[in-house]
């Protein structure tokens, strides 16, 4: 059955009308985006596509996975709250048309030089990372429309567990090249699982930043996703400390300058605290409380506010390899709206193209 | 278990603790008698000097560490299973949780020996404690072994009380089957009397006994991941090639909870046929323990391939060769058998049929066990005896002191969890009700909230007593009572049923703010005894300066668990009103089994009007309370 208007978001607005807006934003974005390229740094403003790609791509593809988690876990608990998940595949034309923008121009912006890096070689020959990553990105969301097209049909727990092994090991790849490489002489074998990890997390919080506007949002579901929020927070926190502590403890110079860049150096230490009170910490002193998960503006203002912070965590994994002054423009503001507006595009494709699940409407 | 009754429950999960026959006296005095000669191999070590151990320089920490590391991780999946699946509402792991809790307490108990078999002179170990000393010498809490002493600590003193007020409930079910079958002086009914606390499974001690428990799981799942997280820190603080490496927290957590499920196999297989529990312990619990470790095993196989491809990456030339040494060096044979135990075995769960056959889950539980075992000793060896010196490079063999010891450990761990499954009720019978329960209802939608504010009933006052064979009609019969404006009221259940307190109109339990004091106490106290003791101390050790809040950040997090836990306890302890083993005398042993009670208390002239209503209402049987 598909969503009635009231389900498929303010219901006031026709969803045409909608559509047409979301493109108007890209379209502003996108020109903004190239304006600020032409007038300021290109570099920087390729730097800004990076960091959206690496905010948005997570966020759609980890919606999908999270579909897949409830699949293998036998969670029937969210109802025909888990198709929002599955609107997340029609955002995989854009995050794969950036990665490969990104490959095409990343002469102007990219760090690795050929024949530049005598460590890793071919490795981090920009052309073969680009290759791997792209081939690894297209390999994840065909397998995520194929576990799509059968949990239109039914359970498909097998496939379901292929997509979250897939997504692992795709966006531990994307992490190890797209955020620690792009310091070559830096290596952390935690980076990987940090990535997709929270690439989980931000995935969540939109889940339930979507789930707080749709009629199947019950107080109950609210109150269980409120509690995975603040799981998925603990967690990504464990993970940024695991990474963080050993670095710290044995203060090695080649390890110490991803830390210090941002813990240390410049404003980006602002911003440090800024993400330990918002995305590491904050959600499990805000929503500690039964009210405050299950009250809908205020776990909806949580979720937002994490995503925003995880925006701010991708650009603060990225900008300052390349600067110790954290600086937000015309540049990223602009980009950002692109994106946004894309990624909202796409839902609302996403409500006309992904069908629901037959246990979903048991469910409710 | 769906079929089952509350009365074939309670005998099969009672039933195990029946005296036990022949054989298991035969096992548990073998596994005795390897224990007390662990133990005499002990005393000959401290007599003789650690020079009779095969650890020397460059592998100081030889399989004794390796020991430690592994019995810590056989007891992680005890909390899994309890706690986390808990908060998870995963109801697979009822059956199964208590022993997997009961193998946590004597894991980390065989794991807290392996240190101080290591020390030597172990009688000096107070010298890591935190304690205020005449001669102001602090341990530096910058010191990961200090961080381990804590969180191991931390870990057991909250695994034997997760255990133990899980037990409770259970334990009066154990006191009333003995009292009616030996009668009340005998010295086990005394001794399983004293040890419930005095549960009587009134509605208000389910009260706060549910939310004390969710706060008990809620605080032993982030407990679980830190306390392996500090062990594997052990080894990721020190420089060592193939130590020194940011993955090793979730590794070793990953690591543990995998081991930890495979003992669980290896356990519970036999075991529920010794203790005949096959009504209880069913193959869909092996089925999804099984299918956990599908899990584990990938993120097992997710480390084993970044820790060679990062040596690789890094251009880290001790990391390569190191990498390459393992691959090539004296211990490849044990490199090369840890993938093929660790994921290959395990992976064969994929497979439906593998994971339905006991005797395939057996032996693939025992590869796993054996190959974390392995893969423990393994990581701590290895690295010490192939560091950044070639001169210094030699390989490690255990003396037959350490390999008997080890021996020796696995007897003590087996010893403890025989003599345990004869003593308490190794299935939680209170939680396989409270699915039967759940089962017989299917929910046939939430109780309505109720406003009435209800006041206890006093030992001095009398009442009206009625017995219910069925849940549902004592709870119409609750609703009943209430309705006519009676607001002295008990409910008496072998099983918690959240709907009685919620037509009571009873508020939600005040334990909530015990645990969140103890916790934030916790979490300051910790901070304040490292920076009280750096302050003290003025070292500057490694370039750090004296108060470090990173590294306290474990202190004070161990702190938050460990006084929230036990404030937690506390707050049950004292609103439910347990401790003393006097029960109400309106009390009836068949509440703990499979009756229900409701206690109206009224004055003499209403009792014959309560008594009519409560008729009405389906009880099987009224009593005059005086």
Known sequence: MPFTKREGGPGTVPAGLRAAGWAVLVAVGLAGWLLSMRLGEPARAWRALLVNSLFFTPLAAGLVVWSAVLQVSHGEWAGRLERLTRLGLAFAPVSLLALLVLWGFAGQWAPWKVGAQPVQGAWLHPDFLFARDVAALVVFWVVAAVYVSRRARGNCRRLAAWLIVTYAVTFSLLGFDLVMALDPTWYSTLMGGYFFMSGMYIAIAAWTLLSVHHPAGTADRLHDLGKLVVAFSMITTYLAYSQLLPIWYENLPHETRFELSRLRLGNWQWVAWGLLATVYMGPLVLLLTRWSKRTRWFLGAVAALILVGMWVERWWLVEPTFGPVAGLGMTEVTITAAFFGALAMALELGRRLVPPAPAEEEAD | ?626
Not at chain 2, 167 to 172: C, I, R, Y
Not at chain 2, 195 to 210: E, M, N, P, T, V
Not at chain 2, 507 to 527: E, I, N, Q
């Open chain 2, 1 to 626: 278990m769906a079929q089952l009754t509350y009365e074939q429950a309670n005998d099969d999960v009672l039933g195990a603790l029946r005296p036990p026959r022949r054989l298991y006296w035969v096992v548990v005095c073998v596994l005795g008698a390897l224990a007390t000669w662990a133990l005499a191999l002990w005393i000959y070590q401290i007599h003789m000097g650690m020079g009779v151990a095969g650890i020397n320089q460059p592998v100081a920490w030889g399989i004794y560490i390796g020991n430690f590391v592994f019995w810590v991780g056989i007891a992680h999946s005890g909390t899994l299973i309890s706690a986390i699946l808990h908060l998870v509402r995963a109801r697979w792991r009822t059956a199964i949780s208590r022993s997997a809790e009961a193998m946590t307490v004597f894991a980390v108990m065989t794991a807290g020996l392996f240190p101080f078999i290591h020390l030597g002179r172990f009688w000096v170990f107070y010298y890591i404690l935190p304690y205020p000393s005449e001669r102001q010498i602090w341990p530096d809490f910058l010191s990961p072994l200090v961080w381990d002493v804590i969180a191991i600590s931390t870990y057991l003193i909250v695994s034997v009380i997760f255990l133990s007020v899980g037990l409770v409930p259970d334990l009066a079910a154990a006191r009333d089957r003995l009292e009616e079958a030996l009668g009340p002086r005998h010295p086990r009914s005394r001794f399983y009397r004293t040890i419930s606390l005095g549960w009587s499974g009134g509605a208000d001690q389910w009260r706060h006994y549910g939310r004390a428990y969710l706060f008990f799981a809620a605080l032993a799942t982030p407990l679980v991941v830190s306390v392996h997280s500090v062990v594997s820190w052990d080894f990721a603080m020190g420089i060592m090639p193939g130590w020194h490496t940011t993955i090793f927290p979730p590794y070793f957590v990953a690591g543990a909870i995998h081991s930890g499920l495979a003992m669980v196999l290896t356990l519970l297989i036999p075991m529920r046929r010794l203790l005949h529990l096959e009504r209880l312990i069913t193959p869909v619990q092996f089925d999804a323990v099984a299918r956990a470790m599908i899990v584990t095993s990938l993120i097992v196989c997710y480390a084993y391939v970044i820790e060679p491809w990062m040596a690789w990456y890094s251009g880290n030339i001790f990391e390569r060769q190191f990498a390459w040494w393992r691959a090539t060096g004296w211990l490849a044979l044990v490199y090369y058998s840890l993938t093929p135990l660790n994921v290959l075995a395990p992976l064969a769960f994929v497979f439906k049929r593998v994971r339905q056959s006991l005797p395939a889950l057996f032996v693939v539980s025992i590869l796993v066990n054996a190959g974390m075992w392995l893969e423990r000793a393994f990581i701590v060896v290895g690295s010490t005896s192939h560091d950044f010196l070639p001169h210094t490079w030699r390989p490690y063999t255990p003396s037959w002191v350490e390999i008997n010891i080890t021996i020796g450990a696995f007897a003590f761990f087996l010893f403890c969890f025989f003599a345990f499954s004869k003593t308490m009720p190794t299935v939680p019978l209170n939680e396989v009700k409270l699915d039967i329960e759940r089962e017989a209802r299917k929910r046939k939608g939430e109780a309505a909230v109720g406003t009435a504010r209800i006041e206890r009933v006093r030992k001095s006052q009398g009442g009206v007593l009625a017995v219910f064979g069925d849940p549902q009609q004592m709870l119409a019969a609750l609703r009943s009572v209430l309705a006519q404006g009676y607001r002295k009221v008990e409910v008496y259940s072998p099983v918690r049923l959240d709907e009685a307190n919620c037509i009571m109109g009873r508020p939600r339990s005040p334990v909530r703010f015990y645990t969140l004091v103890g916790a934030l106490s916790g979490a300051v106290g910790g901070f304040w005894l490292c920076i009280g003791a750096a302050e003290l101390n003025k070292l500057i050790a490694g370039g750090k300066p004296p108060a470090a809040i990173i590294p306290y950040c474990i202190v004070a997090f161990e702190g938050t668990i460990l006084l929230g836990t036990i404030a937690n306890l506390a707050g049950m302890l004292i609103h439910a009103r347990l401790g003393s083993p006097r029960l109400p005398a309106c009390y009836d042993r068949r509440f703990s089994r499979d009756k229900f009670g409701l206690l109206v208390g009224c004055e003499a002239a209403q009792a014959e009007t309560v008594r009519q209503a409560l008729m009405g209402a389906g009880a099987e049987e009224i009593h005059a309370v005086h």
